[in-house]
């Protein structure tokens, strides 16, 4: 499924169902504009690790050879590249333990916070990390990488 992962205009999905495009690392927007010490803030606050502001910046998991990221212990992209799949949604196994260590979903990060996310840092430190949806979308073939969001 080579280009699989370019799913509509603009819309970069990662292995585990990231949006590399609407990711704060992600270097073309690191580039544009850099909101890297807003981005470990706001890791920090909704998913309880903090990266020093100038160690965030990421090619993208899916950019071919050998790319600089952010997760370099990630056991997603080792494996969807070993089984020759573009994504988690087109495994047999999904949803397996190696993804579900990164699935991000809205609901659980508000219970775990206690409340509802600010639409804004939603916006920023969630929606482009909600692979639940997006993944669930393209598995059922109702939706485009961009899932429920």
């Known amino acids: 499924m080579p280009g699989a992962w370019l799913m509509a205009a603009g819309e ?3 292995r585990c169902g990231y949006r590399c495009d609407l990711c704060l690392a992600y270097r073309p927007n690191v580039e544009r504009d ?3 010490q807003l ?3 706001g890791w920090s606050r909704y998913f309880g690790f903090r990266i020093p502001a100038e160690r965030i910046v990421c090619d993208g998991c899916v950019s071919p050879g050998e790319p600089r990221l ?3 212990d ?3 992209r080792p494996c969807v590249i070993a089984r020759g799949i573009a994504n988690c949604a087109s495994c047999g196994e999904y949803v397996c333990g190696k993804l579900r260590e990164r699935i991000v979903d809205r609901a659980e990060i508000e219970r775990r916070c206690g409340g509802p996310v600010p639409e804004t840092d939603y916006q920023l430190f969630v929606r482009p990390y ?3 949806a997006r993944l669930g979308a393209l598995r059922d073939g109702t939706g485009t990488a961009s899932g429920a969001s």
Do not use: Y
Request: proline share 6%; hydrophobic share 35%.
């Open 39 to 41: 981005l470990s803030d």
């Open 130 to 132: 909600e692979s639940r």
């Open 70 to 72: 952010v997760d370099t």
């Open 12 to 14: 970069i999905l990662a």
């Open 74 to 76: 990630c056991p997603v």
């Open 34 to 36: 850099d909101r890297r």
